[in-house]
């Protein structure tokens, strides 16, 4: 708005009825004078009297005249312009923390409401909320942003004056702001593209917790014979589902129990894997070696078993033994786990002809990632391993995971030159039984970006589409 429309606006509107009203209060005060005039005229004096009501008259009209035009005319407060305020003119917004939350409450009403007032008497803000109805009581579960300067002893506090009881909090971060289905959702859709998935949805879904996937027995057969219902089993901090393959995936979180409503989505998770069966995301990578011969890296899985087999027939007892660390006749029996995309995710090297030359495992350890190389001895000296490994390492922090270690021997040179090539924080132990094992583990948490494979990323759709546009 101007200016102009703004003094427009603020002068009152002019209406023939005013007009009209002052028009009589003229007359009247008129028939009065006059009347006055006559009065006064008649007795003594009547002439100074006369002469003073005039000057009255006339003084009193004045001054009301600057008292209308002073105080009618001017423009109201609020419009008045104000002086610009020294300093910056938008006030930093104040300092705040996230939180994740749960407590049990009585199954009552109320319960809820006397939460939230604690809550908003302390200018906390709820961002989402969830319920797990219990047997006995409600678990209310809540993702809260509050005042940097109240803490979590605080919010533990007026929680347990509220009536909430086996409160447990901890920090939060922008992931935790997706809602809860699509958070699922998406989940979902990781594990149904890739196999490997299964382990990191459970975890993102029930928080830090440790997975455990164990095969069925050769001897097992399905279901039952494992000892585990197809329901599964719920047990305080662990859980227990079993496959239709006959094998155990085991979730223990020792510092939060699980709720039958986690346990239920948990079940749902595991039984699309399932009847999924085994799949590997289709995805390659080209290289160029040094001397100008061109690689395929890919994402291997259970059909690459005969390829496997194969190369470990063209390895060195050396070769098998420093990947394997044990007799060279038991590497083959590891293949059947490794090449699992329940277990972990492997990268195989091939070349032209299609011939597998190396590959590189990444395995979810528990809460623990592993790295494991191993090149045909043909191969070696290449820069082959190094590109595994780096490319291992951005899978894992894509993974959100916090670290991972390589299990190697110390006169395993080339190994420990690879993980130095990372360019990432190490840390090195040597086994207390055994000197000659030793332990590199790399701190991903300043991981550089890398390339990956389309398909072997996150899983999430469109993942295929961004590495060809990287590329």
């Known amino acids: 708005m101007t200016d102009v429309t703004s003094a427009k606006s603020a002068r009152r509107p002019h209406h023939w009825r005013r007009d009209l009203v002052e028009l009589a209060a003229l007359f009247t005060a008129v028939v009065v004078a006059e009347a006055i005039a006559n009065m006064i005229a008649h007795v ?18 004045a001054f009301h005249t600057w008292w209308s035009r002073r105080h009618s005319h001017a423009p109201p407060r609020a419009s008045l312009p104000r002086p610009a305020p020294e300093g910056p003119v938008a006030a930093r917004p104040a300092a705040t923390s996230l ?32 319920t797990h109805p219990l047997a006995h009581g409600v678990i209310d579960e809540f993702l809260l942003r509050s005042p940097a300067a109240f803490g979590a002893r605080d919010l533990t ?23 809860t289905p699509t958070r699922v959702l998406g989940l979902a859709t990781r594990t149904a593209l890739d196999a490997a998935e299964l382990p990191l949805a459970l975890s993102q879904l029930l928080g830090r917790c440790t997975i455990h996937s164990q095969p069925p027995a050769p001897s097992a057969g399905h279901g039952p014979a494992t000892g585990v219902p197809v329901e599964g089993v719920l047990e305080g901090t662990s859980m227990r589902l079993g496959e ?13 129990p699980f709720t039958p409503t986690e346990f239920a989505r948990a079940r749902a998770l595991v039984e699309l894997d399932s009847r999924l069966g085994p799949r590997v995301p289709r995805g390659e990578d080209v290289l160029t070696l040094p001397e100008g011969q061109d690689i395929t890296i890919r994402r291997a899985g259970p059909d690459d078993h005969a390829a496997a087999l194969a190369m470990h027939g063209r390895c060195s007892e050396r070769t098998l033994s420093l990947r394997y660390h044990g007799p060279a006749a038991d590497a083959d029996r590891y293949l059947d786990h490794l090449l699992s995309p329940r277990f972990g995710r492997t990268l195989a090297v091939q070349t032209a002809s299609g ?82 094992t030793l332990v590199v583990t790399a701190r991903l948490n300043t991981a550089p970006a890398r390339p990956t494979l389309p398909g072997a990323g996150s899983g999430h759709p469109g993942s295929e589409q961004a590495d060809r546009e990287r590329r």
């Not at 506090?157 to 809602?179: K, M, N, P, S």
């Not at 030359?357 to 191969?379: K, M, P, S």
């Open 44 to 61: 003594p004096d009547g002439t100074v009297l006369l002469i003073a009501s005039a000057v009255a008259l006339i003084a009193t009209a």
């Open 99 to 130: 939180w994740r939350m749960r407590t049990t409450v009585r199954d009552e009403p109320g319960s809820l409401a006397a939460l939230c007032t604690a809550f908003a008497e302390h200018r906390v803000d709820i961002l989402t909320l969830q």
């Open 244 to 256: 239709p393959n006959g094998g155990t995936i085991t979730v223990d979180r020792p510092y939060l």
């Open 157 to 179: 506090r007026e929680i347990a004056a509220a009536g909430g009881t086996d409160t447990w909090i901890e920090r939060a971060d922008a992931h935790d702001l997706v809602d």
């Open 355 to 436: 011939r597998i030359v190396a590959l590189g495992h990444l395995l979810w350890d528990g809460d623990e990632t592993e790295v494991a190389l191993i090149v045909e001895d043909g191969w070696q000296q290449r820069g082959i391993g190094s590109e595994l490994l780096g490319k291992l390492t951005a899978l894992a922090a894509e993974a959100r995971c916090s670290s991972v270690y390589a299990v190697t021997q110390s006169s395993n040179t080339g190994m420990v030159a690879a993980m130095r090539a990372l360019g990432l924080p190490l840390d090195y132990q040597l086994d207390s039984q055994h000197d000659s």
